[in-house]
């Protein structure tokens, strides 16, 4: 069962592929997903959170855990800096806890420093009042978690539609096993390395074909690599946890990160469970396909969720 759905966690995300149909119908068929979602379980967890579209003007906390909770007083990542701009502004997801947003404008920032690029392409971050959503994504449901295009930020300004059409790359090789580099350049590792250093980080994911080349980038000192762990998809982007901020009862972190530096055997056999899963994926059982699970109810949630849904 647990290989079953950490196949379908890695395949999910490589069904979406950019680059492999034409963007704009992404956007609509996300839509269209969100919209049957909505339609299938009106009373979800998903459903609730992923229709509203300001935040609840409370005082900013995150509240539960990054998987399972929900965000008061968030803020925008405006959708323009000087060495940043959001992608994919039709999910409205470029909202985090207060903390995040100041994190990642010092660190785009320091961007073009850290490695000549013009700046950042942001991603996914989280919903106006966190929550689970409606596609994709089972974290990011605090306002501590945001997706890092690892695609340099173009000189110019995009508009609208170039920020929902535009592929991001694969910086995997085609076997899966580590970096394309055509792609990945030493650069992408020194901001990787800078994340890592900033004590407010609390995990950063990756491809493990992506920590294959940190790995071997690192040189002699590989501690700042225990933070960056291997995880399906994160292939076009990488994913920065922040802890939570301090003194935050309601926000429920991580353990600290306690793996080594992960990069031996650890490493090797997610690699080999990646490849396996894309070149020798398990035949589909005969018979029905068993029924989805239903998703999060709000009851699963913090009771303060409660409050964040209703709050104006
Ligand atoms: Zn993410």
């Not at 034409?22 to 969100?34: C, G, V």
């Not at 942001?122 to 994709?136: E, F, I, K, N």
């Not at 301090?246 to 650890?266: I, L, V, Y």
Request: charged share 20%; proline share 10%; hydrophobic share 40%.
């Amino acid at each position: 069962m647990r290989t079953i759905v950490r196949i379908a966690g890695l395949l999910a995300p490589l069904a979406l592929l950019p680059g492999t149909g034409h963007a704009q119908s992404t956007a609509d068929q996300e839509a269209k997903t969100r919209a049957a979602n909505i339609a299938a379980w009106p009373d979800a967890a998903r459903s609730l959170f992923g229709q509203k579209t300001g935040p609840a003007s409370m005082q900013a906390r995150a509240i539960g855990s990054y998987a399972r909770g929900c965000l008061a007083g968030a803020e925008a990542l405006p959708v323009d800096g000087p060495s940043w701009q959001v992608m994919r502004l039709n999910r409205n997801r470029n909202w985090g806890h207060p903390a995040l947003i100041d994190y990642l404008e010092k660190l785009a920032r320091d961007v073009p420093r850290i490695t000549g690029w013009a700046g950042l392409l942001v991603g996914d971050m989280s919903q106006p009042r966190g929550g689970p959503m409606l596609t994709g994504h089972a974290s990011h449901q605090i306002g501590l978690d945001a997706d890092v295009w690892l695609t340099p930020m173009p000189r110019g300004r995009l508009d609208r539609e170039q920020r929902e059409n535009m592929s991001a790359v694969n910086m995997a090789r085609s076997d899966w096993r580590d970096i394309d580099p055509r792609n990945w350049t030493p650069a992408h590792t020194r901001l990787i390395r800078t994340v890592a250093a900033e004590p407010k980080v609390e995990r950063i994911f990756v491809n493990p074909a992506l920590k294959v080349a940190l790995c071997r980038e690192a040189g002699a000192d590989k501690s700042w690599l225990e933070k960056v762990r291997p995880i399906w998809g994160h292939n076009y982007h990488f994913h920065i946890r922040l802890a939570c901020p301090a003194g935050m009862a309601s926000c429920q972190g991580q353990e600290p990160p306690n793996f080594g530096d992960g990069c031996g055997a650890e490493l090797s056999g997610w690699v080999e469970r990646q490849h396996n899963a894309i070149f020798n994926p398990p035949k589909p059982k005969p018979g029905p396909k068993p029924k989805p699970k239903p998703p999060m109810s709000l009851d699963a949630l913090p009771p303060e969720c409660r409050q964040v849904l209703v709050s104006r």
